[in-house]
């Protein structure tokens, strides 16, 4: 079949008209009311999460501070006992001079001399004698001295009276 306008036309005669089940009628309140509702809901939802989110931030906020001050009462607790158990010394341990020495002490230090630097002749003053040389031995009351000569002699200390070092 074919329409007057030359065109391939359809018969529709064999074939029964459908008819839809089509929304006739539309309320866009209801619609708007359901939407509200919904983004009510949604709403509520999201500050309930968020405030259990500041809620847990604030228990870790509150665990970390109650931890810290934990550790920092523990650490003031300690550096307290520490001050109690030894007194504060300075950092470094004052010497005495030469001159400020004992007579065992300036023994001790000329014997243990640096060995990066050449031994020091010393004056060992007795009552009898002044003896010039180098301290080589230290024994519980004798000291050993080597003379200028190369040769050694054995002083005991309680005899000494003086010992002063010489060449410096």
Avoid: W
């Avoid at 847990?56 to 009462?73: D, F, H, P, R, W």
């Avoid at 990066?116 to 002044?130: D, R, S």
């Avoid at 009351?141 to 309680?158: A, E, G, R, S, W």
């Amino acid at each position: 079949m074919y329409s007057e306008n030359g065109k391939p036309q359809l018969s529709l005669s064999g074939t029964k008209m459908m008819e839809g089940n089509m929304q006739v009628s539309y309320s866009a309140k209801i619609s708007k009311q359901k939407q509200y509702k919904e983004l009510m809901e949604k709403k509520q939802k999201e500050e309930m999460l968020q405030e259990i989110k500041e809620q847990k931030e604030q228990v870790k906020e509150g665990a970390e501070k109650q931890t810290i001050s934990n550790l920092q009462e523990q650490i003031q607790h300690y550096q307290e006992q520490q001050a109690e158990k030894t007194p504060r010394k300075p950092a470094f341990k004052r010497l005495k001079s030469f001159k400020e020495m004992e007579i065992i002490e300036k023994l001790e230090y000329l014997l243990n001399f640096p060995k990066q630097l050449p031994p020091v002749p010393c004056l060992v003053i007795t009552a009898n004698e002044n003896v010039r040389g180098f301290v080589i031995d230290l024994k519980e009351d004798k000291v050993d001295i080597k003379l200028m000569d190369q040769t050694t002699i054995t002083l005991n200390i309680p005899v000494i009276q003086e010992v002063r070092m010489i060449g410096i």
